[in-house]
């Protein structure tokens, strides 16, 4: 078996070469249907405004299973992404949803300060609202694959996203975070044998964990009887850290792909420090 021979090893043409076969390359399958379960705990604590002080809590605990398509549209085309296409059945390539965050935690709060009996500190300190918010939530997951554009398993099939190999150890081997380290340990895994389909699951690797810290701060001006003044100060990613995104799963920089020198690095983040300001005048 070759890649040069793939067409000749297909089924059609493996059943009947002369009349249909030689016609025919590799066909889609698509299944107008699909299972996906999911679980999850919603904590929530709210402390309602009193002294200008109010705050939020919620927490979600979850897990979500389902099959390697990851949206409602699914996967069609000349080449499907199921990593093993001969079992069968509907549930080949199950594993961890697409969206599968294990925790998600949110904290905000409104601070407002109080009104000044002294006439200076009220025109300058009163009405002013501090408007924090924290999110933190686990990483996604992905894949594991070998050879962009390579048939290690020489079915034709998937040939950009053939499950690698897990050998073992830590698949995540540095979990600082810190900007172009390597998340992926490359030493958890390898190549599988020419024709044979490697272990590693659909989306069994959790990436990096994700939170923002953002802060509004506002306060509305009267103007006469009927006209108002506001301003909104924004700042997004407060402390203007380095927040890692998922080693890259394109396929021309296949960071998840263990036989690209980037493997596993992270070399994307999400946005800087971001600040706006608005003024509104309502009549």
Not at 32 to 43: A, E, F, I, Q, T
Not at 62 to 85: K, Y
Not at 252 to 263: P, S, V
């Amino acid at each position: 078996s070759t890649t040069g021979n793939t067409n000749q090893r297909r089924r059609l043409s493996l059943l009947d070469s002369q009349q249909t076969g030689q016609y025919v390359g590799n066909l889609v399958e698509i299944q107008s249907g699909g299972r996906s379960n999911y679980n999850g705990l919603l904590l929530e604590i709210r402390k309602r405004a009193s002294r200008g002080v109010t705050l939020n809590a919620n927490h979600t605990w979850s897990h979500c299973i389902g099959p390697l398509q990851g949206n409602e549209a699914g996967d069609t085309g000349a080449n499907p992404a199921i990593p093993n296409p001969f079992p069968g059945n509907r549930d080949r390539g199950r594993g961890n949803c697409l969206a599968d965050v294990r925790h998600v935690l949110n904290l905000t709060s409104v601070l407002e300060t109080p009104r000044f009996t002294n006439h200076t500190l009220e025109v300058i300190a009163s009405g002013w609202r501090l408007s924090p918010i924290y999110r933190y939530r686990t990483g996604t997951y992905m894949s594991i694959v070998v050879g962009s554009n390579n048939d290690i398993a020489r079915n034709g099939t998937n040939i950009n996203s053939q499950p690698a190999v897990y050998v073992g150890g830590d698949p995540i081997g540095d979990h600082s975070g810190r900007p172009n380290t390597f998340w992926l340990n490359k030493a958890a895994f390898t190549s599988p044998a020419t024709g044979t389909f490697g272990n590693v699951g659909t989306r069994t690797v959790v990436g990096p964990s994700q939170w923002d810290f953002d802060v509004a701060l506002s306060r509305s001006f009267q103007i006469k009887e009927g006209q108002n003044l506001e301003f909104r100060w924004e700042v997004y990613n407060v402390t203007n850290s380095f927040r890692p995104m998922n080693p890259s799963t394109d396929a021309a920089t296949a960071n998840n792909d263990i036989t690209n020198a980037l493997f596993g690095q992270l070399r994307t983040a999400r946005p800087p420090r971001i600040m706006q300001f608005a003024l509104k005048y309502m009549f």
